[in-house]
């Protein structure tokens, strides 16, 4: 167990570092930021505590709100995701896998994957934008950054995942 919070707090460091230090200077083409900090909450197993998962996630939002001068867009924006995740994780893991699933692209699949991590992320983005905005008066900039960044988010999001050791084949459940 002690291991597991280890890691974790690794990956929310290196996330936040890569986050703060390199990836909110990136806008490409004034729309597209990659926010890969939502791969932090992607990666929970089943039946982690809900508690610790809410507490894990405000706590990055909150680091990447200090740090990207966002007052409580993203930890506001990262809770809602981390509150949706176990009961959306449940849609994809069968009945007779193991209690700590991980949802990974090697234990779903790339099909599957895509749709357990793709509509989170969209979601994530929508809100992100949406509270960044605080207004729907220019509502195509707010869409087309919110797709943009969750096109580009995903992308790097599979690229880590494929990096990691998944395989583009079967699932291994």
Known sequence: MAIDALKRLALFIILCLAQVLVLNRM?????????????????????????????????LGLVNDTFSNTPGVACASLTLIAAIQPYYLELFVPRDAIENFEPTLRSLGFGKYTFYSMPLVLLYCLVFFALEAFNFFNWEQWLLSAVASTALTAVLIWV????????????QI
Request: with cysteine; net charge positive; aromatic share 26%.
């Open 27 to 59: 806008h490409l083409f004034g729309y597209a930021t990659p926010l890969l900090y939502i791969y932090f909450v992607l990666l929970f197993p089943r039946n982690y505590p809900k508690w610790a998962l809410l507490l894990w996630c405000f706590s």
């Open 160 to 171: 880590f995942e494929y990096a990691k050791g998944g395989k583009l084949a079967e699932p």
